[in-house]
């Protein structure tokens, strides 16, 4: 190989390399932005912004008492009933984020604080396992399990 046909190479290889860190950091940072999303509209109890992170034709939920669901109008019910609740208050820590081309896993551990029927305060922990997929250039949650920490 000459030497000319070398340097060429190893400029395109680089190239290419660059534009695919480019591409994945384009997406994490995307991923990051409907994290922030989710998150803040748990947070304001907005019904709206939180199924804007949501794929509406594939979402399956499950919570911490075991009920399953993979209804999209039940996801969206089972949260405007939560966020009708002014009592409660989460706070979370991403314990881990996985990502890839397509899947985006994400865990969180959340300190969730609420009144009981007698207005006494009572609170636990869980983790918050996200499951993003990334399809017509953008990342919508399609898994969401909430597990109870004992």
Known sequence: MRKDSFVVAVVLLLITLASCYNESGRK?????EVINTHFEAINERNIDNLIKTVNKD???????????????????????KWFGDKNWSIQHQIVEQIVNEKTAIVLAKINYADLDEHNEAYN?????????????????LIFDQNTLIK
């Open 28 to 32: 994490v940072k995307e991923l990051n």
């Open 124 to 140: 636990f922990e869980y983790y918050l396992t996200l499951i993003f997929s990334y399809a017509n250039q953008k990342w919508e």
């Open 58 to 80: 594939s979402i399956q939920l499950i919570l911490p008492s075991g009920k399953y669901s993979k209804s999209f109008e039940e996801y969206k019910e089972i949260n405007q």
